[in-house]
């Protein structure tokens, strides 16, 4: 099924800082040259921040479900040094109830 393929692969980028750098560029290119203007996040506001946090969680249930996510986190280092090497972050859950399906969502704090 092409839903599996796609959640294999999307909890595939979170279980290696290689994946999670790569998803955290292709979504920084998507929400930068987003189509829709209040859709996308501005470049000179990532210019003006302090931090960035990425995070991509994936959520999939039939009555139990479970989620789990992972990113990274970098910050600017002082006086104009560019930016940190990335941290990685990652979380995980479940849940019980009436529910049925599966979704991906990232973002950028």
Excluded: Y
């Amino acid at each position: 099924d092409c839903s599996d393929i796609h959640l294999e692969k999307a909890i595939g980028a979170m279980t290696s800082l290689k994946g999670q750098i790569k998803q955290s560029l292709e979504s920084l290119n998507s929400m930068t040259n987003a189509a829709e203007f209040d859709k996308g996040i501005p470049v000179e506001l990532i210019q003006r921040c302090s931090g960035i946090v990425f995070m991509t969680e994936v959520k999939a249930g039939f009555v139990w479900s479970g989620s789990v996510s992972g990113g990274i986190l970098i910050a600017k280092l002082p006086n104009g040094g560019g930016w940190s090497a990335p941290s990685s972050l990652g979380s995980g859950g479940m849940g019980f109830g009436f529910q049925v399906g599966a979704q991906k969502t990232d973002t950028i704090i």
